[in-house]
Nanobody, 127 residues
């Protein structure tokens, strides 16, 4: 059974950092795409970052230069390093995975095309 489990969320002050982890079990992210999405209070879900197993990545403009998506060598965990956090980064963060890697250039995959989703981890940024 495939499971995605997010961890690393918490409450921080603006300007601080957090690293989220998406642990994948029952599945390896070889030849797959894994993305981080978030949904803030009263907001629509939005894509934050996506990483293909080929190494291609893409970031939302709102996080570019502050967030970094990466995977470990075992290809069972995908990280989201979040620096210089802002109040507007407050949201529930979810990871999602789907098999297959689109040809370059890297583009966003529609949320309904992801096969697997985690339960989410809350990130709260305060002033």
């Amino acid at each position: 059974q495939v499971q995605l489990q997010e961890s690393g969320g918490g409450s921080v002050q603006a300007g601080e950092s957090l690293t989220l982890a998406c642990s994948v079990s029952g599945y390896t992210i070889d030849r797959s795409c894994v993305a981080w999405y978030r949904q803030g209070p009263g907001k629509q879900r939005e894509g934050v970052a996506i990483l293909a197993s080929t190494g291609q990545s893409l970031y939302a403009d709102s996080v570019k230069g502050r967030f970094t998506i990466s995977q470990d060598n075992t290809k069972t965990t995908v990280f989201l390093q979040m620096n210089s956090l802002k109040l507007e980064d407050t949201a529930m963060y979810y990871c999602a995975a789907v098999e297959g890697v689109p040809p370059p250039p890297m583009g966003w995959i529609r949320p309904d095309e992801y096969t697997y989703w985690g339960q989410g981890t809350q990130v709260t940024v305060s002033s």
